[in-house]
Each structure stands twice: as C-alpha cells, then as structure tokens.
C-alpha cells in the first residue's frame, strides 16, 4: 500500500508521515495525474448542458489526489530535502506544468466555462459562486486558453520550462547554502556573546566540523555580523552570503535568471501583454507598473534620506576604531548594534533571554485566543522531522485547524520563512479543515532564544496561518491565502503589530531561566526602540522591489546583473547597504512566479496593515471584540472571496494612504 495516496484515517485527516517513504512519491504521482487527467477529460466531454456543478464544481474536486501529494512531498522537499526528493522535484516540474498545460488548453473545457461566464446573469449563482467563476474563466484566459495552434504549442513550452529554471533555481540557492561554512577557531569569537557562539557550535555539530561554524543561516550569519569584532571575517562571511548562486559551476544562477527573464517576456507577449510586469500586476491591487513605482518612490526618498545620515554616524564609529576609509556593508549590523546598545540602552545579548521560543509562542496564542477566541492543544502525532510540533487549533469546542511549526535551522531546509498547507480549507464535498504549516529557521538552542526580529517573523508566519485556520468559505479555489498577491501579507504583517502591544510582552516576555518578566524600563526603551535602523531596512527592500519591477517591465535584460546595477545606480543606492536580495539567490522572484514584479507587495499591504491597526487604536483597545470580529469576518474568514479592495473598505471604510506606512517606519518627518 502507498502511503500517500491511501486515505488518511489518523488523527484529524494527518498523513501518516511515520509511514511514508521516499520511493512511495514517484507511483502516488504517477496515479494521481492519472485520476486528474481522467476525471477532466470527463468534465470536458460531459454530454450534458454546462452547469455551475457538471463544470466548476467538478473541477474543484478533479485533483483531490494530487493535491493530497502534492501537499505532502512540496512541504518535505522545502522543509527537509533529501537527494532522493531534489531529484523527484526536479523530474516532476516539468510534467506538472504539462498537466497544467493540458487542462488549460483544453478547448471544449474551457468552452464549457465561457458558456457559463456569458450566461452567468442568468445562472442564479451566488455570489461566492459568481466570483469563483469569474477566477476560473480568469485563470483560463490568463493561462493562454484562447491561444491556437503555434502559439498555444510555443506557451506551453514556455511555461514547462519556467518550471525547470525554478526548481533549479531554488535548489542551487540550498546547494550553496548548505555546502558552505567558516569554522572559528577561538581567536575568531571575538565580540560574540554567549548565545551566538552556542548557535554556532550547534551548527558546527551538524557540519561535523569539530567546532565552531558560520553558515548562511540567516539566524546565525546576521547576529554573526552584528557582534564579531574580527572584521575581516565579517567581510569573509558577508561576501559568502552575498555570492550565493553566484559562485560559478554547478549552482551558478546568473544564466538562468536571464533565460527566465527572457521567457517571460516572451510568455507575456503570446498573451498580448506588453511587458510580464503588465500580465503579472492586471489581477492585483496595483494593477499597473507604475502604481507600484509611485508608492515606492515615495518611500525611498525619505528612507534614503534616513539612511544617509544613519551613514555618518556609523562611518564616524568606524573611524574611532581606528580604521581608515569608508563603511562597508559589513559594518553596518556591527556599528549599528553598538549605536543601538549606546542609544537605546538595548543588548540584544541581554535582550534574547526575555524572548525565548517558548516564551514568544505563548504571546502568539494568547493573542489568537483573545482576539479570535482560538484555542491550542499540543499533539503527539508522527510529524515529518522530529524538530517539529503540532497543535490542534478549536473555537468553543468545535475543531479549527492542525497547526504545525517547524522552527529550527538545519541543512536540508532551504533558508527564510512560510507559511503553507497539507490540507485547505473548503466546504464542498463535506467540511474539510486545514492542516497548516509554519517554517522558519532559528538557531537552535537549548532553550532556543530569539532576536526581536526573530520573534516578529514568528508573528508574522502565524498571521498566514491565521488567515489559512478561519478562512471560512466553500470553495477551496478562494480559500484561506487564495488572494492578491499583494493582499496576502496583508494579515501576516498585521499580526505583528499585536507582538509590540506593552501588555503582550508584559505578561509574555519572561526571562527563561528565573520567569521574571522582562524589566519595565527595558521594556519601556525596547518599544522606544521599535523604529530603529528601518531606514537600513527599507532601503534593503524597496531596492530589491525596484529591480523586480525593473527586470520585468520592459525588455527583458540579456545581463540581469548589469540591469541589477544600473537600477541600483540610478537609485542611488548608498554605498553601505546592498539589496536584501540580490539576482543570482532572489529566490522570491526567481524560484517561481510567486512574486515575480510582485515583491513590492511586502509594502502594499503594509499601507493597510498600519491602517487596519490603527482601526484597533482608535477602539481604544490592541483586543478590541468588535474590531476584532469584523477583522475575521471581512479578511480573514473571507478568502479571495471578493476583490481585496471590496473586502478591506468594508473592514476599515475606506482604503488607506502611505502615511500610516510612513509612521510606523519612522519615516514620516522626512517627508
């Protein structure tokens, strides 16, 4: 029996993760295309007339085998990889973009679906019916389904392609992040308090390395750069983190950025598009190129003006310790931690024992359970690693969600931080809960201690996990994260703000080894510090942003890196500071069309999320129930349910300015 495609009888619909074996994915793949490709082909050659159910509702439950694998293998292959799986995903792209391909370009399906559009006044759907068939008759036209003969042929190639370029993408980004590493031997500790160097002799222990390591772990190079003393290491480690996907071989990336950039183009062009920045953004808030040029631009002048005089400051520092010439963008963590201790009374050192993992998870359910009345029970279930935990998620008894958190660093997971799912949210066909997933990667340590950075990104997965738990709606195609791109950080980035409400850290933020709460003066400066350093973050993403744009929204450039630094001079990108992500590990941008011309979106939904607090301030309560309740009900619960713009204004009355943004970066008096 293979136990993937077996039904789940476990607690709560789980895979049986205990049971599943490499070798069982290559097979469960294999027959689930076979069911999906049989149950379309039904669809589409159903005798009778085209109705909302013989069509949308069918095509809703075609693929209910592939999802379940897909579910499954796209969550260890990012989480966990193992040859056997890089090796699979690589074999499996382009035979699902093909599948992809073939429902698409399915002539009398997609007949069947513009029958319905063009009669839809007189279908009596409802209007979540209405909406999902607009989004299908949508997905149709956008994936090229009104193409004929070559040109149908010529996209299809197209995109099995993109998909081959992705994957190798991503994985060459993990090869280079996993392969390397700088061991330190004692002289080299210098500057790094205890909690880092325990991060780094737990890495090394990985690595069999015998001591120490470095890595390109986010979670171990960043507060490596902040506290070393030994500049020249800094310079070592930083330039390694930078040149990922850029070292030549193998895992070089700079060709097939180029090769992806040149068939998007193309892609957009057999679809009548002027430019793939023009296909991508028509379905999202922002609709066009130069609406999310405006509201960058009117971001980065401040932030560039910040940064500038943070810049000073920093090389004056640089220069007191005796080191001639100017500041390196592997100074800036370093010189801007001690500015930081010196100004704000803040050691990160001193700091991290309040906010351990423990501590930080209790905040982020204390807060779901006051403001959703959510509920967490942890689980002893098989999971995929043993670094992860489960919890099952209820409301007044009556079941949520699973939830899953997997939090640790470790090599065979690719770098940052998400939000996804086994199992969606829908209605149709009998109730079906979600099973979610959060991934980050912390330094592990015993206790796992976090950075404020660290336990912000902790809140911001959690509120994509949110947003996938209460979405509320029958159709799984517009449920829970299914939305506008630059819509769906909208509820992760909002729940961070309830991590730096004083109440929250009051009752949460505990000293891991006494259980005092943090100092109230500690406190007090750690809030007043909460804007501190954003123009040096800003600058870091609306620079990624603006090459994003720039790379896709006209011809696309035969030397994306020559394009990279072109955009960058013409920003004026100040010296110090280098783009958060650059081209050959943009994974965002490349490792799929996730957020291709869309990591701006970061910042668009950061207008709202700043207004939508506010709508809690202005309550006179961070918990306020009615607030609250029309949060859920109009964003969360609500899915891809109606347009963003319809469901925010009925949330918060009307769609929000920059200035709310502008504020909570510090920003404001700049402009």
């Not at 073939?102 to 409802?126: S, Y």
């Not at 359970?369 to 935990?389: M, N």
């Not at 713009?645 to 949330?651: C, I, K």
Request: glycine content about 8%.
């Amino acid at each position: 029996m293979n136990a993937v495609l077996t039904e789940w009888t476990g607690p709560f619909g789980l895979p049986p993760f205990g049971e599943i074996r490499d070798a069982d994915f290559a097979p469960a793949f294999e027959a689930a295309l076979v069911e999906a490709r049989a149950r379309v082909a039904a669809i589409a050659a159903e005798p009778a007339a085209p109705t909302f159910a013989n069509v949308i509702e069918a095509l809703e439950m075609s693929e209910e085998a592939l999802s379940r694998v897909c579910g499954v293998f796209y969550n260890l292959v990012g989480a966990d990889s193992t040859p056997a799986r890089e090796a699979l995903q690589s074999e499996m792209a382009p035979k699902l973009s093909a599948f992809a391909s073939e429902v698409t370009n399915n002539r009398a399906l997609f007949d069947r679906i513009e029958a319905l559009w063009q009669a839809r006044a007189t279908l009596g759907l409802g209007p979540e019916q209405g909406r999902v068939l607009d989004l299908y008759r949508r997905m149709f036209v956008r994936s090229g389904a009104q193409l004929e003969g070559a040109a149908a042929a010529r996209l299809t190639e197209v995109k099995s392609r993109l998909a081959v370029l992705g994957t190798r993408f991503s994985q060459n980004v993990l090869a280079d992040e996993r392969d390397w590493f700088m061991a330190l031997g004692e002289d080299d500790l210098a500057g790094l308090p205890e909690f880092v160097i325990d991060a780094a002799r737990a890495a090394g222990a990985e690595k069999g390395a015998g001591g120490p390591v470095v890595t390109l772990s986010r979670s171990i190079i960043v507060p490596f750069l902040q506290f070393s003393s030994r500049r020249d290491l800094r310079r070592k480690a930083y330039e390694a983190w930078g040149l990922r996907g850029a070292n030549g071989g193998a895992t070089d990336n700079r060709a097939i950025a180029a090769e992806t950039l040149k068939l998007r183009e193309e892609r957009a062009k057999l679809l009548g598009y002027d430019s793939f920045a023009a296909y991508k953004l028509e379905p999202e808030m922002a609709k066009t190129p130069a609406r999310v040029r405006d509201l960058l631009m009117r971001v980065w002048a401040p932030a560039k003006r910040k940064v500038e005089a943070d810049a000073l400051v920093l090389e004056a520092m640089l220069h007191a310790d005796g080191i001639a010439g100017p500041l390196e963008a592997w100074d800036w963590r370093y010189y801007s931690e001690k500015r930081r201790k010196a100004e704000h009374d803040l050691d990160e050192a001193i700091l991290k024992p309040y906010l351990s993992l423990e501590a930080m998870l209790g905040a982020m359910f204390d807060c779901a359970t006051r403001l959703f009345g959510l509920e967490f029970r942890p689980l002893d279930v098989p999971l995929y690693h043993p670094d992860c935990r489960a919890w099952e998620v209820s409301r007044r008894g009556e079941h949520i969600a699973v939830f899953i958190g997997d939090y640790f660093a470790r090599g065979s997971k690719r770098s940052g931080a998400w939000c996804s799912d086994i199992r969606g949210q829908r209605k149709l066909g009998g109730e079906q809960r979600p099973i979610v997933v959060n991934v980050c990667n912390f330094a592990k340590g015993d206790p796992c201690l976090l950075s404020y950075d660290d336990a912000r990104t902790l809140f911001h997965e959690f509120g994509h996990a949110l947003h996938q738990m209460l979405s509320n709606v029958t159709y799984g195609f517009i449920s829970g994260t299914n939305v506008a791109r630059d819509f769906v950080e909208l509820p992760s980035q909002l729940y961070e703000h309830w991590m730096e409400v004083p109440e929250v850290l009051e009752k949460h933020a505990r000293h891991y080894q006494n259980g005092e709460p943090m100092p109230a003066d500690m406190l007090k400066r750690l809030l007043a510090a909460g804007t501190y350093d954003q123009g040096f973050a800003t600058v870091e993403f609306i620079s990624s942003a603006m090459v994003d744009l720039a790379f896709h929204e006209g011809a696309a450039p035969a030397d994306p890196m020559q394009k990279q630094a072109e955009v960058l001079e013409a920003l004026g990108m100040p010296r110090a500071i280098r783009m958060r992500h650059a081209t050959p590990h943009f994974a965002h941008v490349f490792s799929g069309d996730g957020y291709s011309s869309g990591y701006y979106s970061y910042m668009w939904s950061e207008v709202m999320d700043a207004d939508a607090f506010a709508a809690f301030e202005e309550a006179g309560d961070p918990f306020d129930p009615a607030t609250a309740g029309r949060l859920e009900s109009f964003i969360l619960s609500a899915g891809g349910s109606e347009e963003p713009e319809v469901l925010y204004t009925r949330f918060r009355g009307k769609m929000p300015g920059v200035e709310p943004l502008l504020k909570g970066r510090g920003l404001l008096e700049e402009v």
